[in-house]
């Protein structure tokens, strides 16, 4: 079982259109990253998100974070083949408290924009 | 822009053989980690490292892993007896005292065990 989840695993796009990526969990996080990382690299911080109903804007893509801090996701407007990358949410769950210095990676979305 | 580093970029042993994975984590970080990530899989949580010793470990770091601080700068990652099935990338992370998490990843080190 999957702590974290995202959907959808794998979306392909024309350049332009607008997307939504998620991620989820049946648990509280305490603090919630995503990353995008492209092939053979390591994740890149985005963003991190902490309040619950946070929205983050980050040129074209827009972060938010539900209310009861259980999902998180991704608005990408405008879609360009830069954008292209697997783009994973990571974060400490709140029962991890105990944990002390764990963070949880989800599956990831990869993303393929098309010229 | 401070950045971490890894070296080597890419690394073929033969199984049972002992590897070195090298990480320069950002110089003000104090807080320091390992993860891997097997080819199409998720990036998974191998081992923490602060104040000189490891803070927290996954179930995936038994006895034939282990981490050290050399100096001041370096942070390493031992594997002692290969196996084929550590065949991924592996990153190093780093992080400051800030109550968020906000870890800054590596390039990778591919090792290919044959």
């Known amino acids: 079982t999957q702590l974290l989840e995202q959907s959808p695993q794998f979306l392909s796009i024309q350049e332009g259109e607008n997307l939504t990526v998620y991620c989820n969990s049946s648990?509280?996080?305490?603090?919630l990253q995503w990353y995008r990382q492209e092939p053979g690299e390591g994740p890149v911080l985005l963003v991190t998100?902490?309040?619950?109903?946070e929205v983050k804007k980050l040129k074209r893509l827009t972060f938010q974070f539900g209310d009861a801090r259980k999902d998180s996701s991704l608005h990408i407007t405008a879609a360009q083949p830069g954008d292209t990358g697997l783009y994973l949410c990571?974060?400490?769950?709140?029962?991890?408290?105990?944990?002390?210095?764990?963070?949880?990676f989800g599956p990831g979305t990869s993303l393929s924009v098309i010229p | 822009e401070p950045e971490v580093t890894q070296t080597p970029s890419h690394q073929v042993t033969q199984m049972g053989q002992e590897v070195i994975l090298r990480c320069v984590p950002i110089?003000?970080?104090?807080?320091f980690y390992w993860y891997r990530q097997i080819l199409g899989q998720k990036v998974e949580f191998l081992v923490s490292?602060?104040?000189?010793?490891?803070?927290?470990k996954s179930e995936i770091f038994d006895d034939q892993f282990s981490v050290e601080r050399p100096d001041g700068s370096n942070f390493t990652l031992k594997i002692r007896s290969t196996k084929l099935e550590d065949s991924a990338m592996y990153f190093c992370?780093?992080?400051?005292?800030?109550?968020?998490?906000?870890?800054?990843f590596g390039p990778g080190t591919r090792l290919t065990v044959t």
């Open positions: 990571a974060g400490r769950l709140l029962w991890m408290k105990t944990s002390y210095d764990k963070v949880i």
């Open positions: 648990s509280v996080f305490s603090s």
């Open positions: 490292f602060y104040n000189n010793e490891i803070s927290e």
């Open positions: 992370a780093s992080r400051d005292r800030g109550i968020f998490y906000e870890q800054y």
């Open positions: 110089s003000n970080h104090l807080y």
């Open positions: 998100v902490v309040t619950g109903g």
